[in-house]
């Protein structure tokens, strides 16, 4: 069930010309995304990722969005996410080691889920339940 109207063309517009005013440019592949769904990504992406009016500060977020990049791995999200980090003051031993926090995840998932580790127990042991 449609809960909220579609977007319209001004909507779309407007999100382009809110890119162009925050960003200084429209970059290519937003005129490839579907124009509906433009307004809202765009929402999302000023709201969260680019305000600083939120819990994390940007340089935090773009080490997240660096880390989680590297596992899935996006090689445009690594590059768009280093520059983001570094503008936002991120230091290269920051960099990496939010990098190597994600490797260390990937490679202890790897282990307890590869091993079938109990959870229950996992949990006990770790101090929790």
């Known amino acids: 069930m449609l809960t909220s109207a579609p977007a319209s063309a001004d909507d779309y517009e407007a999100a382009l010309k809110d890119m162009q005013a925050t960003m ?3 970059p290519s592949f937003v005129k490839q995304f579907p ?3 433009v307004p809202g990504a765009w929402a999302e992406v000023k709201a969260l990722q680019l305000s600083d009016k939120t819990a994390l500060s940007p340089k935090v ?3 997240i969005s660096l ?3 590297a596992q899935i791995p996006c090689s445009y999200c690594i590059w768009s996410d280093t520059q983001d980090a570094k503008r936002a003051g991120a230091t290269d031993e920051e960099i990496q080691e939010a990098v190597a926090v994600s490797a260390l ?14 959870f229950a127990q996992f949990k006990k042991e770790m101090g929790g339940e």
């Not at 995840?105 to 109990?118: A, E, L, P, Y």
Request: zero cysteines; a positive charge.
């Open 24 to 26: 200084g440019g429209v």
């Open 35 to 37: 124009k509906a769904a």
């Open 61 to 63: 977020k773009s080490l």
């Open 67 to 69: 880390a989680v990049a």
């Open 105 to 118: 995840t990937r490679h202890w998932s790897t282990v307890f889920n590869g091993m079938q580790i109990d």
